[in-house]
């Protein structure tokens, strides 16, 4: 992988761990029930896949 395309796939790592971050702060903060659950689940997979980019990125 070229210098260019490790820099833009660790650019959306960052910005998918920056999203899952603020997604989080909103679920804990504005909801409840089951929509809580969908949006933590959801936040936890940005999170995920934020952290598989920066690895990739790092290789």
Known sequence: MDPM??????F???????MA???ITFT?????G???FVLS???FVMLLSGMLCG???IV
């Open 5 to 10: 395309t490790k820099m833009w796939v660790s």
């Open 12 to 18: 959306v790592g960052i910005g998918l761990m920056v």
């Open 21 to 23: 971050a603020a997604l």
């Open 28 to 32: 804990r903060l504005k909801t409840k």
């Open 34 to 36: 089951w929509i809580r």
């Open 41 to 43: 689940v959801a936040a």
């Open 55 to 57: 690895l990739v990125a």
